[in-house]
């Protein structure tokens, strides 16, 4: 089975019927004179807001491409190899990266990445342990540069990426508020994610407002998830010399023309560093990043929520899901377990 994007969606929210399940039939087996190949079990599927815009038809060059359509989708997962003509994997071997949005994948390995540690919940490899939280890592200590004691702001807080970030955050000793968009989301933040105040940003009428409630003294660190009003509300709360780490900006995928930005100016007075970034640049650190999160996890300093869609045929409505904040964590699909 696997998923296909049957059209592309340009603009507004895609509908699940944009995609469909086929059947095809393959042997499990690499075909004959394929080398340095791989076949893959696909486990667990990661469901990505980039893979939003790989929906589109991508008319200007971008660090991704668009999905074919009649094709299965791509993205990360988590898998198992069943067969190898590639002489650094082995049947059995455990692994993570970029895979297809389908029950088996041949592929030559491209961005995996060998499973060492097996003691932990194999699905964090989808979040915790993989993409996002190479992600949360590089965002917030290789671009914002923390110190501790820094006033921390998260929005899209308590998803794959923000829930560490808000975690890393609090590691280091510094103060970080959270938002997100449900009351259920808010009380993980304070009650289980540590973070020392969270709000739903759906219940204020004013951000500006409401920033000026939490920061009082203004924010150093603005870990940006979302874009388009927020970003101008907190713009207008920096402190000076304060950075901000875009890593995404969700709520502009589905729109045809990005939202504009009214209060860019004040990057200048306050001398605010405001720096994108791609985790795919980072890669070289995963070694240095599992030395910190894995007895972090074990020692019960970090821990970490996945949302969980069972089955291939729930993947669509679970990757729609992340655009209406359906998901509570890290979404994942299941597809199978061994
Ligand atoms: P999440 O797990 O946080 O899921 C997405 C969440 O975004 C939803 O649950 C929802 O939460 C929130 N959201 C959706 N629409 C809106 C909207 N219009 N306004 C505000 N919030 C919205 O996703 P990830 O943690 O995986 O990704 C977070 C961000 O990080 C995204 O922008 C993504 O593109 C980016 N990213 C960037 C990477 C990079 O290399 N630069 C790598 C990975 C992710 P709520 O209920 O709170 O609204």
């Known amino acids: 089975k696997q998923v296909v994007l049957k059209k592309y969606v340009n603009v507004g929210l895609p509908?699940?019927?944009d995609m469909?399940?086929?059947?095809?039939?393959?042997q499990l087996k690499v075909p004959e004179g394929c080398k340095d190949s791989v076949l893959l079990k696909n486990l667990y599927l990661s469901c990505d807001p980039y893979m939003r815009s790989r929906m589109k038809k991508l008319e200007t060059p971008s660090y991704v491409d668009s999905f074919q359509t009649g094709s299965p989708m791509n993205g990360?997962?988590?898998?198992?190899?069943?067969?190898?003509?590639?002489p650094d994997y082995k049947k059995g071997d455990l692994v993570w990266?970029?895979?297809?949005?389908?029950e088996y994948t041949i592929t030559a390995p491209f961005l995996l990445f060998k499973i060492e540690?097996?003691?932990?919940?194999?699905?964090?490899?989808?979040?915790?342990?993989?993409m996002p939280g190479m992600t949360a890592y590089a965002g917030f200590f290789e671009v914002c540069k923390p110190k501790k004691g820094e006033y921390v702001y998260v929005s899209a807080a308590s998803g794959a990426v923000g829930q560490l970030v808000g975690q890393f955050a609090k590691l280091l000793g510094c103060y970080v508020v959270g938002s997100a968009g449900s009351k259920e989301k808010v009380e993980l933040?304070?009650?289980?994610?540590g973070f020392d105040a969270a709000f739903n940003y759906k219940e204020e009428q004013d951000l500006d407002a409401a920033l000026k409630r939490y920061f009082p003294e203004g924010i150093d660190i603005y870990f940006e998830n979302v874009g388009g009003k927020m970003l101008d509300a907190v713009l207008l709360n920096m402190r000076i010399h304060g950075r901000i780490a875009v890593c995404g900006m969700i709520s502009q995928y589905n729109n045809e023309r990005p939202d504009p930005v009214h209060n860019l100016m004040y990057i200048v007075g306050k001398r605010i560093r405001m720096e994108g970034f791609i985790v795919s640049d980072f890669y070289h650190l995963y070694p240095k990043f599992l030395e910190l999160v894995i007895p972090s996890l074990k020692e019960g300093k970090i821990t970490y929520v996945e949302d969980t869609a069972e089955g291939l045929e729930s993947a669509p409505a679970a990757l729609l899901g992340l655009f209406t904040g359906r998901n509570v964590?890290?979404?994942?699909?299941v597809i199978s377990h061994d």
């Open 76 to 86: 990360y997962g988590v898998g198992k190899v069943v067969d190898s003509t590639h």
């Open 117 to 130: 540690h097996t003691d932990v919940p194999l699905t964090y490899y989808t979040g915790l342990l993989g």
């Open 329 to 333: 964590g890290k979404q994942l699909v």
């Open 15 to 17: 509908k699940e019927s």
């Open 20 to 26: 469909e399940i086929r059947e095809s039939s393959i």
């Open 97 to 102: 990266g970029f895979t297809g949005w389908e």
């Open 189 to 193: 933040l304070t009650n289980k994610l």
